[in-house]
T-cell receptor, first 113, second 113 residues
Framework: DGGITQSPKYLFRKEGQNVTLSCEQN?????MYWYRQDPGQGLRLIYY???????QKGDIAEGYSVSREKKESFPLTVTSAQKNPTAFYLC????????????FGDGTRLSIL | DAKTTQPPSMDCAEGRAANLPCNHS???????VYWYRQIHSQGPQYIIH???NNETNEMASLIITEDRKSSTLILPHATLRDTAVYYC??????????????FGQGTILTVHP
């Protein structure tokens, strides 16, 4: 089945550590996105990429980094500079610059030990 | 971005139609209306989208008013599994923010027996 796979589902991090969240899609989509969701809140855009080797900051990029070396993969690194990293992280993908919808993975829940 | 307004919560009896309204009075001519839903601790699920004509798929129907300033998502026969937060979103159709989804608070739909 085509879809978006996020791993791991749950992740724990010690303070001061960087951690990388995985996102893989086999939908042949050009665009990929990372969102953050806090309890009781809507989603906020962290980074997005419209094409391989290119990405743009979203609304809350500080303390995060991404790479887009392959069309299928868009990993997100939560750095130690992110002061409040505990959240639910969601990855999405869509065809580039079209009206087709974004499709989401099942998310990774990150917690600080 | 076209701002959307939705009621914070709605109730519906199982087996009845659920009609979820959304106002988007600042929508521009080439911007689509998208509906997603999110069940607790899962990624958002795409439901349906449209530009100006009414749309129907296996999940729901979307009715867009002629002036495009509001729309209604219809779940024809609601089940308990339809209990979720429903988001109405109008992403920008041009510029560097093309396709960016802005999730507000949405409508919490509770389907009761």
């Amino acid at each position: 089945d085509g879809g978006i796979t996020q791993s791991p589902k749950y992740l724990f991090r010690k303070e001061g550590q960087n951690v990388t969240l995985s996102c893989e899609q086999n939908l042949n989509h050009d665009a990929m996105y990372w969102y953050r969701q806090d309890p009781g809140q809507g989603l906020r855009l962290i980074y997005y990429s419209q094409i391989v080797n290119d990405f743009q900051k979203g609304d809350i990029a500080e303390g995060y980094s991404v790479s887009r070396e392959k069309k299928e993969s868009f990993p997100l690194t939560v750095t130690s500079a992110q002061k409040n990293p505990t959240a639910f992280y969601l990855c999405a993908s869509s065809p580039q610059r079209s009206n087709q919808p974004q499709h989401f993975g099942d998310g990774t829940r990150l917690s600080i030990l | 971005d076209a701002k959307t307004t939705q009621p914070p919560s709605m109730d519906c009896a199982e087996g009845r139609a659920a009609n979820l309204p959304c106002n988007h009075s600042t929508i521009s001519g080439n911007e689509y209306v998208y509906w997603y839903r999110q069940i607790h601790s899962q990624g958002p699920q795409y439901i349906i989208h449209g530009l100006k004509n009414n749309e129907t798929n296996e999940m729901a129907s979307l009715i867009i008013t002629e002036d495009r300033k509001s729309s209604t998502l219809i779940l024809p026969h609601a089940t308990l599994r339809d209990t979720a937060v429903y988001y109405c979103i109008v992403p920008p159709a041009g510029g560097t923010s093309y396709g960016k989804l802005t999730f507000g608070q949405g409508t919490i739909l509770t389907v009761h027996p």
